[in-house]
């Protein structure tokens, strides 16, 4: 187990352990770090190991090439993707240095911000394999925000839209909550496996709709449809912030919604669920 003290996470502006449909995800046992800026803010201190450039997947709205960073921690070695190296292997890093700049990957869907990810390996692992990183805790408490599904649109992308509610008037992390008051993390339902950013057992409802079942931190998603005014969307993008958010819809193949449109989500079973990845 590596845990991430509160220090390094709230340097960030948004984070989500689980809104992936990559292997390095399963179990949240990676994080996404979202800056709010196109610099990658070094999430860890150690020796820069090696840099490497990946091929990414063909996307019209993403780069070539990704990049893979491997720092020495000491303990273990960090992976970070999605960052175009300013650091060379030899060098050594502190927390919060600039490890270069974000890069626009594809693989990430259109629409996911860019962001450092961040995964741990044992020395003797394989590190440059997707899969198998070590148990990940995150060190900072996150409140869980209720939502009635109703907002404005705030602002829309090709394949998102914003919506300018739920609202929280506190202070540090907070998430969209289920019905049980417990925040929750990933795509739903969009990518298969979810999570709660609170220790949580048993059944996970929202909206009135039961969406998942909870072990620990891991959400096995409910086949499950979400509809906003009654289209059909392809799921909602959840995850921890600081800074004020609503509840994003995700349209992969795009919406007509517009700014300032007001809007009403639903969720219902469906014997045909949305899964990308």
Known sequence: MVTLPSSVIEAYERF??????????????????YPGSDEAISPVAGEVIETRTVRCPPKP???DEDHLILVDCGDVVARI???????????SVAVGE???????????????????HLGFRSHDQNLRRASGSLPLELDVAV???????TGEVLETGPTHVSLDAPTYPGEGFAALSSDEGVPLDGGLPHYAGGGTLRQHEGSVSLLGTTVGEATGRDIRWEDVAVYANDVRATGLSLFASQVPFGAKLVFH???DFSAGESVSVSIEPTSEPVRLG
């Open 253 to 255: 193949d795009g919406h």
């Open 61 to 63: 709205y993403a780069v």
């Open 143 to 149: 409140a869980g925000v209720p939502w009635d599904g």
């Open 16 to 33: 989500s352990l689980y809104n992936s449909p990559y292997p390095a995800h399963d179990r949240g046992c990676a994080v996404d770090f």
């Open 98 to 116: 600039s490890l270069g700049t974000l890069v626009r990957s594809g693989f990430f869907g259109q629409w996911v911000d860019n962001h450092v």
């Open 81 to 91: 993707l999605h960052v175009d190296p300013a650091v060379s292997a030899g060098e």
